[in-house]
């Protein structure tokens, strides 16, 4: 499976930009898919996941509900939608596919390149 990640780019704070995630080289109606962010000096960290029935959804608490991740299996893609964001959502994100827990980087098999989302005030 090939990722491929984008929609991102400079944003004010406050707005809602949505960041897509498209696939090739194998349907992504099997697996889960995910969203995790590195920002500058940090660790990766999750972001939001969803099972590949989208019957499940995670997300990372830090989020307050400003994130939802949703897919489209006929279109092969996977999306983040961000609302309300902040100069701290500044940082490559990354989306990625995985069969189980989907909850930490080891879960994951697939990585896209990443997209960088920056935040100014």
């Known amino acids: 499976v090939q990722l491929q990640a984008s929609g991102g780019g400079l944003v004010q704070a406050g707005g809602s930009p949505r960041l897509s995630c498209s696939a090739s080289g194998r349907t992504l109606s099997t697996y889960g898919l995910g969203w995790f962010r590195q920002a500058p000096g940090k660790e990766r960290e999750f972001v939001a996941a969803m099972s590949w029935s989208g019957t499940n959804r995670y997300y990372s608490e830090s989020l307050e509900g400003r994130f939802t991740i949703s897919r489209d299996n006929d279109k092969n893609t996977a999306y983040l939608q961000m609302n309300s964001l902040k100069p701290e959502d500044t940082a490559v994100y990354y989306c990625?596919?995985?069969?189980?827990?989907?909850?930490?980087?080891?879960?994951?098999?697939?990585w896209g390149q990443g997209t960088q989302v920056t935040v100014s005030s």
């Open positions: 990625a596919a995985g069969r189980f827990r989907l909850r930490f980087r080891d879960d994951f098999d697939y």
